[in-house]
């Protein structure tokens, strides 16, 4: 995860789009989601909840096995690689 602070970002909406979102529990977490499923960044893992549930643990727990998880030098994103390949860096 980054350790970079979150931005903030503001815009405008229709008054129909306002009233929906002003019933929405928790607005922010709403339009991150909705944000990131629109331009497909979606954890396939956990859907974008940041949470596995046990069942999706307990596969993860089994990939680990033969994947560990490690810091791009060139972009400084983790990510997965395999223990039986080469390490392969984000070209950018």
Do not use: Y
């Not at 970002?9 to 922010?28: G, Q």
């Not at 944000?35 to 046990?54: H, K, R, W």
């Amino acid at each position: 995860m980054s350790s970079a602070k979150s931005a903030l970002v503001s815009f405008k909406v229709d008054p129909a789009l306002a009233e929906a979102l002003a019933r929405m529990p928790n607005r922010s977490a709403f339009i991150r989601t909705a944000i990131l499923a629109a331009l497909d960044n979606t954890c396939p893992l956990c859907g974008g909840s940041g949470v596995l549930s046990v069942a999706q643990q307990t596969h993860w727990d089994q990939l680990q096995q033969g994947h560990h998880i490690e810091t791009c030098e060139t972009c400084h994103e983790p990510h997965l690689v395999c223990n039986h390949e080469e390490h392969h860096h984000h070209e950018g």
